[in-house]
């Protein structure tokens, strides 16, 4: 494999070295992501995805675009593996119209009451059981939770990955503008939703984790991020006008 300019611009070194010297990064990004995946997800195929995605960003790397190679190869690798991950954790249609209708129902409920929907309002609305609505926020966390994945990381990859080797200022400042929508939609979640993402991602505890420290059940858990991301959904409803 012949080296590439960015290659060389970046510690003269091939493009095989780059992609060895980095080999580890996809290891820890995939042993990080596989275990806040359903276990239908196999971590060696995040690994593979993911040394494509190194290999990707090892080709495409320019330091003009002022982000260090590892941040950017980082980049290249969570999007590779999670593109990957949504292959095989393929969601029924209904599964998605479900979580549409229930997040249009949030949206309607909270214009009309002027504070945030509760559970029982949203399944009224909808004219469904309790339980059911239960059963559809879970199976958007546990069967697409990968969209609020997708919702923090897309952003980032179309600022800092253009589609070309020119920078594109529009996509630049779409992402500012869907990072400060996206944050205005979470610091306004109801606080236990808010925890429950915080010490999900920021934290990087698993649902069972995150139960312990709530004092409450895995399923439970697993409720409450559904409905943060249903709610969140409902906020940034704009956002996803094209789906």
């Known amino acids: 494999m012949t ?22 990064l996809v290891k820890r990004i995939a042993y990080h992501l596989v275990s806040r995946m359903p276990p239908r997800i196999e971590v060696d195929d995040l690994i593979q995805a993911g040394m494509i995605g190194l290999l990707s960003a090892a080709q495409n790397f320019s330091p003009s675009k002022g982000a260090n190679f590892e941040t950017y190869a980082g980049i290249r690798i969570r999007g590779a593996m999670l593109d990957e991950a ?7 249609r209904s599964t998605v119209r479900n979580a549409k209708e229930v997040a249009q129902a949030t949206r309607e409920v909270e214009a009309r009451t002027g504070r945030d929907a509760r559970a029982a309002e949203v399944a009224e609305h909808l004219g469904i059981e309790l339980d059911e609505y239960y059963r559809i926020v879970e ?48 610091g306004g979640l109801p606080e236990r939703e808010q925890l429950v993402l915080s010490l999900y991602y920021d934290e990087e505890l698993n ?37």
């Open 139 to 186: 199976n958007a966390a546990s069967g697409r939770l990968l969209s609020f994945d997708q919702l923090v990381s897309d952003p980032e990859r179309v600022s800092l990955l253009p589609e070309s080797s020119e920078e594109v200022p529009d996509h630049v400042l779409e992402g500012d503008q869907f990072r400060e929508a996206l944050a205005k939609a979470v």
């Open 86 to 92: 949504r292959k095989a954790n393929w969601t029924p």
């Open 3 to 24: 080296a590439s300019y960015e290659a060389v611009a970046h510690g003269d070194m091939s493009l095989d070295e780059l992609v060895v010297k980095h080999a580890d």
């Open 207 to 243: 649902l069972r984790e995150i139960g312990e420290v709530l004092e409450v059940s895995e399923s439970r858990v697993c409720q409450i991020h559904g409905q943060a991301v249903v709610r969140i959904r409902a906020r940034l409803a704009s956002w996803f006008e094209a789906d």
